[in-house]
């Protein structure tokens, strides 16, 4: 029997700044990026930002409102944009339309097809 599920993608535009707070950094000195906030789920942000970071940076994605906390999953070069960087958001900073709506959301539900025994 087949059991119809849901895979679901939050497309968002929003203007951000992703800041990395690494331990061990001097107070002051925290290195800011411009981006711009793509898609995010429940435990991943994706985020087109100016300039690269390391994969493992801890950072925070900064919005006009709301601070989501994470680290740098990849860094990916994207051709004539910038730099895609996955962010795993840590428990805390966990994403739900009631904590945090981006600008511009387009919620995108697909259909998948799951068989059970």
Known sequence: MAKQTFLERNWCS???SVVRT???QKAGSRESVP?????????SALVLAEAALCAGSRVEIAS???ILKGVVKSC???????FLLEVRLSPESYWSQT???PQ???TFR???LRLSA
Do not use: M, Y
């Not at 981006?35 to 435990?43: C, K, Q, T, V, Y």
């Not at 990916?76 to 910038?82: A, E, F, I, K, R």
């Open 22 to 24: 690494n331990d061990g």
């Open 110 to 112: 697909q259909p998948l």
């Open 64 to 66: 006009k409102s709301h």
């Open 14 to 16: 929003e203007l951000v």
């Open 99 to 101: 904590g945090f709506v």
């Open 76 to 82: 990916t070069t994207q051709s004539g944009l910038g």
């Open 35 to 43: 981006g711009n906030l793509e898609e995010i789920a429940e435990r």
């Open 104 to 106: 511009h959301l387009l």
